[in-house]
């Protein structure tokens, strides 16, 4: 007990002792009995209990509300420091550090006062969390309501672990919406991109998606709808430039057959040179402004229109003309045409109108692509075919110069032929290695082609067996006339012999020279070939048959 309550209790104890002596006083003066004396003092006694007790209950009573206001106040403290994930600075210390209840009490408030204070720090971070999160949400969703109140705020939990989750959440639709704007920018690019190709209005295409595309200021519709019908479009629009490109290369493929079907003047062309530039470009090649607009598109259909009439007014010409080109490609490849392309009575049934000039028209140009194609595979055997008829040439020249009694003769020029001639005769001994090889190219193309080898009309295997056959008759004829030559020189030495007795001194010389001139007209003969059968021979029985007039077709080449 401190000292001033010391203090306390002996000035009630004398304060009570000065009013008891009083009393006695009185009751001294009065005369009271001492059975009354005793009985008062037990009633003031009895009193003074009954105030005590008062008082004790009614301090009680107050200590008792205090520690339940203190448990109270501790539990809501508890409360709010386990929403805040916290634990509270203080614990109830009042009975080990001295402090009386209401000090505790004082103590615990001012900690909820706090903590209350951060509570609501922490409820307006997480309400400003939350609003930021229903804002990027409605902007994602392409809800457009306006948000009056605040959002609803889970009491139970405002640690800052709840706080970092909706911190990432805030992040991740953040994210989420730049990846929208790039997308959304992506498609605007590609849209204005083929707008501008297709030439159509950029403007006015975005605003039908959304008006907030064309806005140069304020927020874009980053929402589903907005992103789905954006690249929808820009799709739609994508397909529509695939198509008008091809709608185009086609009419630019036309009209480049009608010029070249028609011969027409670079100056003519010169107004679509720069649309036919895109005939086998692709699509992402194709950026220039308005190159697939509706209106080019049209142009380029008017001036086929136009083509067309032109080609209609000169299609006997160009029916004339292709005709030209194709017999000129069946004269170069020696092929011979069908009676039906070649025949002058089509051009009167053009003009009569009896039949399509156009039907004429792709007849010739696909008989055209079939000749260029054959004339492919019979470029090689030609080549040969021409070094053949080119060797045969100085055959046929070789044989006149070796009948030609004269050639030995000097003159101007004679070396000059004796070199031919030389040249000449190597040639010939090579052409029938070559025929051999010619025969054996043009079988293996025959058997591939399952057809017959034609040059101008005649089988070449024929031509060449022809030429076979009347070159080993030829030969046959040479070995005769020398074998006949030879018979002619023996019989003049035989009949000297008999009568060289009565010949002169001199004829012996003469007889010596005789037999020098025929054996040089022998040799002459040796080499020679005779170019018309005798008649009643075997070769001149031939003459009339079709390999014999196959052999005349191949040498009025010569």
């Not at 109270?72 to 634990?87: P, V």
Request: some cysteine; overall charge negative; glycine content about 4%.
């Amino acid at each position: 007990m401190s000292e001033s309550q010391n203090a306390r209790v002996l000035r009630i104890e004398t304060m009570y002792a000065s009013l008891l002596d009083e009393l006695q006083m009185a009751w001294d003066e009065v005369g009271e009995m001492e059975e009354e004396r005793e009985k008062t003092m037990l009633e003031i006694e009895n009193e003074c209990r009954e105030v005590y007790k008062r008082k004790i209950d009614g301090v009680k009573e107050e200590m008792t509300r205090l520690r339940h206001a203190i448990a109270d106040s501790e539990a809501k403290l508890m409360s709010i420091c386990s929403a805040m994930g916290e634990s509270p600075l203080y614990g109830r210390q009042s009975e080990q550090s001295g402090r009386s209840l209401k000090e505790e009490m004082g103590r615990i408030l001012q900690q909820i006062e706090d903590m209350q204070k951060r509570k609501s720090e922490r409820r307006n971070q997480f309400i400003q969390v939350l609003c930021d999160i229903q804002c990027v949400s409605d902007e994602i969703n392409g809800r457009s309501e306006d948000i009056s109140s605040d959002p609803e705020v889970d009491e139970s939990d405002l640690s800052l672990r709840k706080l970092e989750e909706l911190h990432r959440q805030l992040y991740t639709l953040q994210e989420q919406k730049r990846t929208r704007l790039r997308q959304i920018q992506d498609h605007l690019r590609n849209l204005e991109s083929l707008c501008l190709v297709l030439g159509l209005d950029f403007r006015q295409t975005a605003f039908q998606i959304h008006p907030s595309l064309v806005e140069s200021e304020g927020s874009k519709c980053i929402s589903n709808e907005a992103l789905n019908q954006l690249a929808s479009s820009v799709q739609q629009l994508y397909e529509t430039k695939i198509q008008r490109m091809q709608d185009l290369q086609d009419l630019l493929m036309t009209m480049l057959e009608y010029w070249n079907l028609m011969d027409t003047p670079v100056e003519e062309q010169q107004r679509f040179r720069n649309i036919t530039s895109n005939i086998a470009a692709t699509v992402s090649e194709i950026t220039e402004p308005n190159s697939l607009s509706l209106e080019l598109l049209e142009q380029v259909r008017t001036e086929l229109c136009r083509l067309e009439e032109v080609k209609w007014s000169k299609m006997k010409e160009l029916v004339l003309k292709k005709r030209s080109e194709l017999q000129e490609i069946c004269r170069k490849t020696h092929i011979v045409l069908e009676p039906d392309i070649v025949d002058e009575n089509v051009m009167e049934a053009i003009e009569s109108g009896e039949v399509n000039p156009e039907n004429i028209l792709e007849q010739i140009e696909l008989e055209a692509a079939k000749v260029k194609e054959e004339a492919l595979s019979r470029k090689d055997i030609l080549e040969k075919v021409e070094k053949w008829f080119s060797t045969r040439e100085e055959e046929n020249w070789l044989e006149e110069y070796n009948q030609d009694e004269n050639r030995y003769n000097t003159g101007k020029g004679t070396h000059l032929i004796l070199k031919r001639a030389e040249k000449a005769r190597i040639l010939v001994n090579k052409i029938p290695g070559m025929v051999e090889a010619l025969v054996s190219k043009t079988a293996a193309w025959e058997s591939e082609r399952k057809a017959e080898f034609l040059y101008d009309g005649c089988r070449l295997l024929s031509m060449l067996e022809e030429y076979t056959e009347l070159r080993q008759e030829r030969e046959q004829e040479r070995r005769r006339k020398r074998d006949q030559k030879k018979l002619q020189g023996q019989l003049p030495v035989e009949q000297e012999a008999i009568t060289g007795s009565n010949t002169s001194p001199l004829k012996p010389a003469a007889s010596g020279k005789k037999s020098l001139k025929v054996t040089t007209n022998k040799r002459v003969a040796s080499v020679s070939l005779p170019q018309t059968p005798r008649p009643g021979s075997p070769q001149s029985a031939k003459s009339n048959t079709p390999q014999s007039r196959l052999s005349r077709k191949i040498d009025q080449r010569f």
